[in-house]
């Protein structure tokens, strides 16, 4: 459970699982319908970030977990958060760490201190440990060590610049600067050894630790899972992402999530309070941005600009009278004009394909243009469809307006050839 840089864009919080102390109900309504940029959640409590920095806290305060980062995130603008079995942590846009809750083993004072004077840029809290990474890329840890979670993951990150961290019950993990994977702590489900040995020799891009498993994603979107599988939360989760190009992961206690490069959320393991199911159900077809697994809960984090996207291939021919002229065509995908940025590729007459992120129904605007002085010679819209069955991305001829002499041809696989015949 672990934090770092926020995602590029806010969206609205979603919310499922186990709530009687607050960790659903109450985060939802502290949002409030605000955007949300940032989450974690801890076994039975839930942080949150708005978009303008506000801490968002709920759910059991028993340690002083939700009131105490409250209390000292006061009037400060945070940017990431993580949350620990029963204490919390939080970085302000300074990078000061922050944090509260349960102190038995130093796991709140004890990195605080650690991270005193120092910019930190990201954050894990587990049982009863904490990690923290400063901008010089040192990986600090304090808590409680009795499996070797501490001083492990320090000796193995030992003059290695750390980018992120995660932490589970009672195990680390950690992403050195050129993507090789660490962890060190307890091992009995294969939590370290396993996910040692899916990573090896791979480039790991994001990392993910609970209870008693691990997940890492490379950085061709696998996905990799090592640890204990008693509800499937591991072989599941490895099951429904084959073949899929996965960015983002968020373990809990037995169950885990993962989001597709199109946003599409992924998930499997215990399902008895909903935190599977009901997140699924939550965010519908909606994009996810981030996600977060508790003990019991989930939280995702979707955009607000419509159904999720889905990345096609595109390239530009032309034929006619003249097709070695040169011509380009320009395709724009509209924001929502606060959060979201308008979306531009330019495809060369001949050049190579480029991708482009686009939305089930939604206009992407096209122009013609003469590539030296930019002259328009047509405009039109094209818009693609999506079969959930099939899990293909199509051409939605009837909706789209394609100027005359331009033609679009898919090619399956998410491939499509613009040609202009003029």
Same mark, same amino acid.
């Given at each position: ?41 801890g076994d039975y409590h839930s942080l949150a970030v708005t978009g303008a920095g506000r801490l968002l806290a709920a759910g059991l305060d028993d340690e002083r977990q939700v009131t105490g980062i409250l209390g000292v995130a006061h009037g400060r603008r945070v940017t990431a958060v993580a949350a ?151 072989? /599941? ?8 190009? %996965? #960015?983002?992961? +968020?373990? @809990?206690?037995?169950?885990? !999530? *993962? =989001? ?16 599977v199911s009901g997140i699924l159900a939550a965010v519908g077809r909606e994009r996810v941005l981030r996600v977060a697994a508790g003990g019991y809960h989930s939280l995702a984090v979707v955009a607000v600009d419509g159904p999720r996207g889905r990345v096609v291939q595109a390239d530009f021919r ?16 509209? /924001? ?8 531009? %590729? #330019?495809?060369? +007459?001949? @050049?190579?394909?480029?991708? !482009? *992120? =686009? ?64």
């Amino acid at each position: 459970m672990s934090a770092g840089a926020p995602p590029p864009t806010a969206g609205r919080l979603c919310a499922a699982g186990l709530g009687a102390q607050g960790q659903v109900p109450g985060v939802l309504a502290a949002a409030g319908g605000e955007r949300v940029g940032a989450v974690a959640a801890g076994d039975y409590h839930s942080l949150a970030v708005t978009g303008a920095g506000r801490l968002l806290a709920a759910g059991l305060d028993d340690e002083r977990q939700v009131t105490g980062i409250l209390g000292v995130a006061h009037g400060r603008r945070v940017t990431a958060v993580a949350a620990g079995g029963f204490h919390s942590l939080a970085l302000t846009e300074e990078g000061e760490l922050l944090g509260a809750g349960k102190d038995h083993n130093a796991q709140v004072t004890g990195i605080v201190t650690a991270a005193g004077g120092r910019r930190a840029v990201a954050a894990a809290g587990g049982a009863v440990h904490s990690l923290a990474v400063t901008d010089d890329g040192e990986l600090l840890a304090a808590g409680h060590d009795g499996d070797g979670q501490v001083t492990g993951i320090v000796q193995a990150a030992r003059g290695r610049q750390v980018t992120a961290v995660a932490a589970g019950d009672f195990h680390s993990l950690a992403l050195t600067r050129d993507g090789r994977l660490l962890a060190a702590g307890r091992d009995d489900d294969g939590q370290v050894s396993g996910i040692l040995a899916a990573a090896d020799g791979r480039k790991v891009v994001a990392v993910s630790a609970a209870a008693l498993q691990s997940l890492a994603v490379t950085d061709d979107g696998q996905l990799l899972a090592a640890g204990r599988d008693g509800h499937h939360q591991v072989s /599941g989760l490895l099951r429904i992402a084959q073949g899929r190009r %996965v #960015v983002a992961v +968020a373990a @809990g206690h037995l169950h885990s !999530l *993962a =989001v597709t490069r199109e946003g599409e959320l992924l998930a499997s393991g215990k399902d008895g309070d909903g935190q599977v199911s009901g997140i699924l159900a939550a965010v519908g077809r909606e994009r996810v941005l981030r996600v977060a697994a508790g003990g019991y809960h989930s939280l995702a984090v979707v955009a607000v600009d419509g159904p999720r996207g889905r990345v096609v291939q595109a390239d530009f021919r032309t034929v006619g009278r003249d097709p070695a002229r040169a011509l380009t065509l320009r395709l724009l995908r509209r /924001g929502d004009g606060e959060t979201v940025p308008d979306t531009e %590729v #330019v495809l060369d +007459a001949g @050049g190579p394909a480029r991708e !482009l *992120a =686009v939305r089930e129904g939604a206009p992407v605007e096209l122009a013609v243009c003469r590539a030296v002085t930019g002259e328009v010679l047509a405009t039109g819209t094209v818009r693609f469809s999506y079969d959930e069955i099939t899990r293909t991305t199509g051409l939605d001829t009837r909706a789209s307006r394609l100027p005359s002499y331009l033609a679009c041809t898919g090619h399956g696989g998410g491939r499509f050839t613009f040609t202009w015949n003029r």
